[in-house]
C-alpha cells in the first residue's frame, strides 16, 4: 500500500513523538513476569506428566483386563455353530455342550451382559431338551459351569 | 563493530535457550525488549496496571507459540506486535463494556502515565482509540487497512481518526512550540 507522504507539520510531530523518552520500567515487573514463567512451566509439566502416565494406562490396559480362557470362542461364534445343519449323536451332543459351556463360563469371565449370554443359554436348553428326546443315554446332561 | 546477523542469531538462541526453560536467558531477553514493550503498552492503552499485563503477557507468549515466532524472527517487532493487538483487544472489549463514545473517553485516573507527554503538549486528552490509531500509525508503521481491520472498523474510519486526532496534535504543538515552522 502506498501511504501519504507526511507534511513537515507531521514531520515535526513524528519528531516530537519519537523523542518522548519510554516509560520507566517497574522494578518488580521482572519479578511478576519470571514467577508466571515458572508457574507456567510447572503447569504444562504436570500436564504432560498427566498425559504421559493417562496414555500409559490406556497402552497397558488390554494387558490388564481379566483373560479368556485358551479355547473360548466368541459367544456369537458358538450360537451360530449350534445352529449349523449337523447330525446330532450324542458324542456331537456333548461336544456342543462342553463348547456352550466353555463359551459361557468365557462370558462370566468377562463381564459379558445378560442379553450377550441369553443366546447361548437358550442354545443350551434347546439342546438339552432335543437330545433328552431322541437319545437313550442314562447320564444326565447338568450344567457344567 | 557487531554484525547484525550475529545478534539475531544470538537472539534466536536465546529463544531456544529461554524456551527449554533456562531462567538465564529469559532474563537476558527480558533485559533487552521489557522496557521498549511496556513502554508502548503503556502509551497505548494509558494505564500502568494494563501495561504492566500486557507486558507478562507478551514475554509469556513468546515461550508458548512456537508458530508465531520462527528462528530469525527479529524479536523486538514480534513483541511490538503482539503487545499492540493485546491493547487494542482491551481498548475494544473496554469500549463495549462502558459504551462511551471514543471522543468523550479519557486515560484512567491513576498516576499520569503520559506525564512525558503530556509536558509537551502531545497525546493530551486523546481517548485510548485516538492515542493507539495514531501511535500505532505514525511511529509503528501500520497502515489504515490493518487498523481499522484490527479494530473491527473500515479503513476510512482509521483515516478519520489519525487526520483529526493528528490535527488536534498539530494545534497543540503549535501552541507549544510556535516558531518550529517557520
Redesign the interface.
Known sequence: ?K?TP?T???D???E???Q???????DD??L???G??RR??QRRLAVAATTLAVAAVIAFSPLMQPSAPENAQPASTVAAAAHAPRKAGPDDVDAELRALDRALQAGYARNASDAELEPLWAQRRQLLAGNNATTNSPLPRSLRI | MSDPSDAKDDEAQLVRRARR?Q?AA??EI?RRH???I??LA??LTGN?AT??DI??EC??KM??FLGGLRDGTPLRPWLKRVAANAAIDRIRRDRRLVAIEDDDAQPDNGPD?LL??ES?G??RRLSPTERTVV?LH??EGW???ELGRRFGRSESWSKSIVSRT?AR??LE?DEAHPH??E
Open positions: 500500500m501511504h507526511m513537515t507539520n507531521d515535526i510531530l513524528q516530537h513523538l519519537r518522548l523518552p519510554e516509560a520507566p520500567l517497574p515487573l521482572w511478576r513476569v519470571n508466571a514463567r507456567g512451566r | 526453560g531462567e529469559f532474563a527480558y521489557a522496557r521498549a511496556h513502554s503503556l502509551r500502568h501495561a504492566e507486558t507478562q514475554f509469556l515461550l508458548q502515565p512525558h507527554a509537551l502531545l497525546l501511535w505514525a511511529m497502515s489504515h487497512p493528528l496534535l498539530r504543538l518550529d515552522n
